[in-house]
């Protein structure tokens, strides 16, 4: 982890202003050490800074009574953005917890809160049941939930943006008997916590080490638990260094909050690819072996069982899924593409067996793709959604562009597309939005518009193939609704469809809508475009660490040398990293050339390499019983879909969302050489 400390650079680089400094003196901020006796409750003592004169420290910190610790504080930096050094000694054998709060001068209700790849304005998209206002205005959290280790605090009336962020070597992580009240760490842990507390109507950044949760720990989807507070040992004579960044920043809006954080969060931890052994062509070999164990070809439709598999059989299952988790249509034409570009038959006859078969069999009355079906049960979803049909379009259309560029034409497949467009076209809200989930009939089930940049996508791909301008305007006004509920308001929420709140993909699918339409308009309209995809773009960054989250001894992902950087977060409910990307990657290097931001395609190329880490072979399978069925559910913070926990996945994965998902980002160009 590279860590730079150019204050004057910073502060220039991330608009930081003279103007109503950080006040970082200790009239304005508080201090306080908990010490635990095994066996005893923990004690609070509250802290004084005294001013030291011709020491490397300006401050020691001292409580009521003799401590049987010495902690001593260092401010360096500019008006606007401080480095806190801390130094903790043990005079004694000692299990302590370090805790600060720093004021800022802005109101709580004036403030909105950003903890990357975790808490988005006040969470208030997310149920009572998960971190957010509903439950607290007042949240800390251990910092391994964060893509960085740092929270924010806007004040939307000032204008005014203020952080802190933990720059320590991450290098270790210990083990607990319990996740909840005061536990003592079994070793050395690296993790700390961080947040923001209200503190009489004002707001103030909450940060120390090591960790605690509260008011409440998530443990588990919907889940909160009582508050953790961890304790670490320190043998008498020994020493820890603690360092954060305190920093003030003037801002325009949240969106330019979170563009700034982002870009100083990369700047500071500058995270390198990861070296991993697997070439592009190894990965796809790997891969490709889930075209042929999934493959499943006794039911109607035929497809790839790639959805609620167990890690230890991997298995096939009765459930075909067309779009979201399962992605059979996209996967089928992955294994199209490459089975003849490898004169692999048996990859390619499977692939065309599934398409024939959806032709056949694969929609409902009224033409939409039956989207998830359970063949043993007789059981067809009916609930049907914008995303998985539009993922299905999408899919199609590649199918479709491929199979007549060798010549082949599928009149029948192209009259059904065109159905579903049109019906994709009544479907549309006059706002420009699209049902999150509806009816065959077309009655609505949940008219929530945060799906809504999943149908940007094949409306886009459906005006080039079928030259179809109503195609082309219908995606112009998603974006509309887009540029005016989602992108302007900063508000990404409920893409995902076993979530309702802040997610990443909403921000995602937003940012690639807006660069389908560039890359399909001119001029004015191109720019426009391009510029919302830019804007959106920074909040899909923003899930993806920047830093190499530490595991514990014994928590396999660590074991096996995961680095985290370059993964991504999924959303406010699912605490836990994904590889799901696609069309991201592209989207970022396009963004990089169009406004010659290197950043962009530097941590492209992170996250590129870094989500290679886990491809499961003989001799490296990763905990997955099968070559090339990579894992979903990757499980880097003390919290679980219900099995297993911190250092390990679920027990029930979906290989089948995160092969498509891989292909794509190993098939880059796809978007700009379809639609040019």
């Not at 049907?384 to 199609?396: D, F, K, M």
Request: aromatic share 14%; with cysteine.
């Amino acid at each position: 982890m590279k860590i730079r400390s150019l204050f004057s650079i910073m502060a220039l680089s991330f608009g930081v202003s003279s103007v109503q400094a950080i006040n970082y003196s200790p009239d304005n901020v508080s201090a306080e050490l908990l010490l635990k006796v095994p066996g005893n409750d923990a004690v609070h003592h509250s802290l004084k800074f005294e001013k030291i004169q011709n020491s490397e420290y300006d401050y020691q910190l001292v409580g009521n009574k003799k401590l049987p610790l010495m902690l001593y504080q260092n401010i360096e930096g500019s008006d606007n953005c401080k480095r806190i050094t801390m130094l903790v000694v043990a005079l004694e054998d000692v299990y302590f917890n370090y805790g600060q709060l720093v004021k800022t001068a802005s109101r709580h209700d004036d403030c909105l809160f950003y903890m990357p790849g975790f808490w988005y304005r006040r969470n208030l998209r997310s149920p009572k049941e998960a971190p957010s206002f509903h439950t607290s205005d007042s949240w800390i959290v251990r910092e391994d939930r964060l893509s960085t280790p740092l929270t924010a605090i806007y004040d939307e009336k000032s204008g005014k943006s203020f952080s802190v962020v933990r720059i320590d070597e991450f290098d270790s992580d210990a083990l607990t008997t319990h996740k909840e009240g005061e536990v003592i760490l079994s070793g050395k842990t690296s993790i700390g916590y961080t947040g923001f507390e209200n503190k009489d109507g004002i707001s103030a950044l909450s940060f120390g080490y090591p960790y605690r949760e509260a008011p409440k720990t998530y443990i588990r989807k919907l889940t909160l638990a009582p508050s953790v507070e961890a304790y670490q040992f320190l043998k008498k004579g020994e020493s820890i260094t603690l360092t954060w960044e305190v920093s003030e920043r003037n801002v325009n809006d949240f969106s330019e909050c979170v563009k700034q954080i982002w870009e100083y969060s990369y700047d500071l931890y500058k995270p390198e690819p990861v070296n991993t052994p697997y070439s592009d062509e190894k990965m796809k070999e790997v891969l490709s072996n889930f075209f042929v164990e999934s493959y499943v070809d006794d039911t109607p439709t035929k497809y790839y069982s790639g959805v609620e598999l167990r890690t230890a059989t991997c298995e096939n299952l009765d459930v075909a899924e067309v779009g979201f988790v399962g992605r059979t249509l996209l996967n089928a034409f992955n294994a199209l593409e490459y089975g003849e570009s490898q004169n692999r038959k048996d990859l390619v006859d499977n692939a065309n067996s599934i398409f024939d078969s959806y032709l056949q069999n694969g929609f409902s009355s009224r033409g939409f793709f039956n989207e998830v079906v359970h063949f043993k049960r007789n059981f067809v979803e009916t609930n049907l959604s914008i995303r998985r049909q539009s993922e299905g379009v999408y899919a199609v259309l590649y199918y479709l562009n491929y199979e007549k560029q060798h010549g082949r034409k599928h009149p029948e497949w192209e009259k059904r597309l065109k159905t579903m467009l049109d019906a994709f076209l009544k479907l549309q809200n006059p706002d420009g939005s699209f049902p999150r989930k509806f009816k065959d009939d077309f009655s609505l089930v949940d008219k929530s518009g945060g799906s809504t940049p999943s149908a940007t996508l094949p409306l886009v791909m459906g005006y080039k193939y079928f030259k179809d301008k109503r195609y082309l305007e219908a995606a112009k006004r998603s974006v509309g609704y887009l540029e005016k509920e989602l992108i302007s308001k900063a508000d990404y929420f409920s893409s995902t469809l076993d979530a309702n709140c802040e997610d990443k993909e909403a921000s995602l699918y937003a940012s690639t809508a807006a660069y389908y339409l560039a890359l399909a308009t001119k001029g004015q309209e191109r720019a426009h475009y391009a510029e919302l995809a830019k804007k959106a773009a920074y909040f899909a960054l923003s899930w993806y660490y920047t830093w190499d989250v530490p595991f514990a001894k014994g928590q396999m992902l660590g074991d096996i040398g995961l680095k985290t950087r370059g993964w991504g977060n999924v959303s406010v409910e699912n605490n836990h990293i994904d590889v799901f990307i696609f069309d991201f990657a592209d989207v970022l290097h396009w963004l990089s050339k169009e406004f010659n931001e290197p950043r962009f395609t530097a941590f492209s190329e992170v996250i590129s390499s870094s989500m290679r880490q886990l491809l499961p072979h003989e001799g490296h399978l990763c905990g997955i019983t099968k070559k090339g069925f990579y894992p979903e559910v990757v499980q880097h913070t003390n919290w679980d879909y219900g099995k297993n926990g911190k250092g390990y996945y679920n027990d029930i994965f979906a290989p089948g969302w995160v092969v498509a998902s891989l292909w794509e980002l190993l098939s880059p160009g796809r978007a700009e050489n379809f639609l040019k």
